[in-house]
């Protein structure tokens, strides 16, 4: 077992993903990091459009894959809809909601109401960051949906990356994968994803942070926009 203090080892044993693949390396690196890391990987999931993907791919290999998503319970009803019919659609996949400590109303109670508004990192941190620490504490690496493309925060990100953060390895097999290549995917094997997406949505988060983009060429504009935030902390250190 490969683990995180053997990082050095790790970069030594990842084996050379074809960039030339069918799935562009995504099929490869799944395959591979399932076999190193077994039950101690998860997939964090936020049931995007990437997600979607990344799900029919990680069912192809590990069917009761341990996926994880972030109920910040501040999603849109469209989300949690998604979600419901991934879990009719995959069953024997290991969907797990993971909650933060505080409900909506204890939050407001210790800190203020909205407090995405006013502190948004906060917020943030409380809904998202500490119950992302929770879910991955058993594990040794997680997956994320990162692409490239997506940002220029994310234009240097790896199929394996040391995740300082979490101190976990962080796989994103979907990096060299571009926005009409995921769709493609998504309509070529007739998977359902989420209904918000064809309404101006292409990046969706929590409701209170999330319109739809204004740049087609900035699939992330719509979220926390205006505020200046761009990330909610889970890729960043
Ligand atoms: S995205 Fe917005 S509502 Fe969701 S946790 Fe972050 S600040 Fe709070």
Known sequence: ??????????????????????????LETLRWAYE????????????GIEGIVLIDLIAQIKPDAEIVFLDTNYHFKETYDIIDK?????????????????????????????????NPNKCCEIRK???????????????????????????????LNLDKRFEKVKVC???HWTWKEVWRYVTKHELDYNVLHDQGYPSIGCAPCTKPAFSIDDVRSGRWSGSGKTECGLHTT
């Open 1 to 26: 077992m490969i683990t995180f203090e053997s990082w050095n080892d790790a970069q030594a044993q990842i084996p050379d993903f074809p960039a030339d693949s069918e799935t562009k390396g995504a």
């Open 36 to 47: 190193t890391y077994d039950e101690k990987l998860v997939y964090a999931c936020s049931f």
């Open 86 to 118: 991934v879990k009719a659609r995959y069953p024997k996949l290991n969907i797990r909601m993971q909650q933060p400590d505080l409900t909506i109303e204890e939050q407001a109670a210790q800190f203020e109401p909205d407090l995405f508004k006013t």
């Open 129 to 159: 960051i500490i119950p992302l620490q929770k879910a991955l504490a058993p594990s040794t690496a997680w997956i994320s949906g990162l692409r490239r493309e997506q940002s220029e925060s994310r234009a240097n990100t790896n199929y």
């Open 173 to 175: 097999p979907l990096i």
